[in-house]
C-alpha cells in the first residue's frame, strides 16, 4: 500500500464525498477513483459504498481507516523527528488508562510542554492490551500499564501511587452506608466491572470462593459511560479509587473492598526502540517527580 493512497483514502473516508474529496487533495476526481479502486482491487475488498449523494464505509473500510490512520500518524511523526534540526521538539505519544497515579506522569508533560514550548503531547486512553499493542507497534514512546502482568520484554518505572478496588453506586443504595465492601455484600447484586479485570480474573483470589456467585452482566473499558449506567441504578460498578467526582455532584459513592484490593502502576516503553530527545528528557523528569514525591 502507498501512504499516499492511504491520504487518499483517508481524506474521502472523512468527507464522505469523492468530488469534495477530490477538491481538497487537487486531484482530479476521475484520477481519485482510479486510486481508491485500484486500492480495492490490491486488497480484494471493498471498501466504500456508493449511496446517491455520498459514500459510506464498509466494515472493511473503517477497519481499514483506524489502520491507515495509525500509519500516517506515525510516518509523520517519523518524518517530522528526523527533518527538524532543533534538540528538543517533536511530539510525544503516552498511553494509559484511568488512575490517580497518571498524576506524576501529567506532572513531568507539563513540565516538558513549559520547557520546550515546540513539543507536542497526544495522550492514548486504553486498556493494557490496548496500551501494548500501540506500544509494540511504534504509536506510542510510552504506557502506563495497571495491575500485574509479565513486563519483562519491555523497560518498566513503577509509579508510586497504587489503585486501590472498591464499587461505585448510587448513593441511596443499601450498601453506601457501610463503610467497606466485603465478597459476599456482592452476591444477589447486578455487576459490571472492566474488560481487563475480567478478562485476567483479578477478582477472583479477592471472592474467597465466591467469585462464580457473582452476576456480573457486562464490562467496561474507561468508567465514564459505566458510572452513567450505575447512576441509573441499573447496576454497582467495581472500579478503581478517585475515578468518579463527589457524591453531590454525581449521587454515587465509592466504597473500598474489603480485604483491601490494589494494582500497581507501571511506565513502559521498548527495549528495542531508541527514545527521542523529547522521550529522554520526559523520563529524567518523571524520575525527579518521583524522588520529590516519595517519602
Not at 118 to 137: A, K, P
Not at 264 to 274: A, G
Amino acid at each position: 500500500m502507498d501512504i499516499r493512497v492511504l491520504r487518499y483514502f483517508v481524506t474521502i473516508a472523512r468527507e464522505q464525498n469523492m468530488s469534495k474529496a477530490a477538491r481538497m487533495l487537487h486531484v482530479s476526481q476521475p484520477a481519485l477513483s482510479k486510486q481508491i479502486s485500484e486500492l480495492e482491487a490490491e486488497l480484494g475488498i471493498k471498501l466504500f459504498e456508493r449511496k446517491h449523494r455520498h459514500i459510506q464505509l464498509t466494515q472493511e473500510g473503517y477497519y481499514l481507516l483506524e489502520r491507515a490512520e495509525e500509519i500516517i500518524g506515525l510516518v509523520n511523526k517519523t518524518t517530522y523527528n528526523l527533518q527538524k534540526q532543533d534538540v528538543v521538539s517533536g511530539t510525544l505519544d503516552i498511553g494509559a488508562g484511568e488512575s490517580i497515579a497518571i498524576k506524576y506522569v501529567m506532572e513531568a508533560v507539563k513540565n516538558i510542554l513549559h520547557k520546550y514550548p515546540e513539543v507536542h503531547i497526544n495522550l492514548h486512553s486504553g486498556d493494557g492490551e490496548e496500551i501494548l499493542s500501540e506500544l509494540d507497534s511504534g504509536v506510542l514512546e510510552f504506557g502506563v500499564i495497571m495491575g500485574h502482568r509479565d513486563l519483562s520484554n519491555y523497560n518498566t518505572l513503577v509509579l508510586p501511587a497504587k489503585n486501590r478496588w472498591g464499587v461505585i453506586m448510587r448513593e441511596d443504595e443499601q450498601l453506601a452506608h457501610q463503610k467497606s465492601i466485603q465478597p459476599s455484600d456482592l452476591l444477589g447484586r447486578t455487576l459490571i466491572t472492566s474488560r481487563q479485570a475480567k478478562e485476567h480474573q483479578l477478582l477472583n483470589q479477592w471472592s474467597n470462593g465466591l467469585y462464580e456467585q457473582f452476576n456480573f452482566v457486562g464490562s467496561y473499558n474507561l468508567i465514564f459511560n459505566a458510572a452513567l449506567l450505575v447512576k441509573t441504578g441499573a447496576c454497582m460498578a467495581l472500579t478503581y479509587d478517585d475515578l468518579i467526582d463527589s457524591p453531590s455532584n454525581t449521587g454515587l459513592v465509592f466504597r473500598p473492598l474489603e480485604p483491601e484490593l490494589t494494582d500497581p502502576n507501571t511506565l513502559i516503553w521498548s527495549k528495542d526502540r531508541h527514545l527521542p530527545n523529547v522521550g529522554k528528557l520526559f523520563l529524567d523528569d518523571l524520575q525527579t517527580t518521583i524522588k520529590k514525591n516519595t517519602p
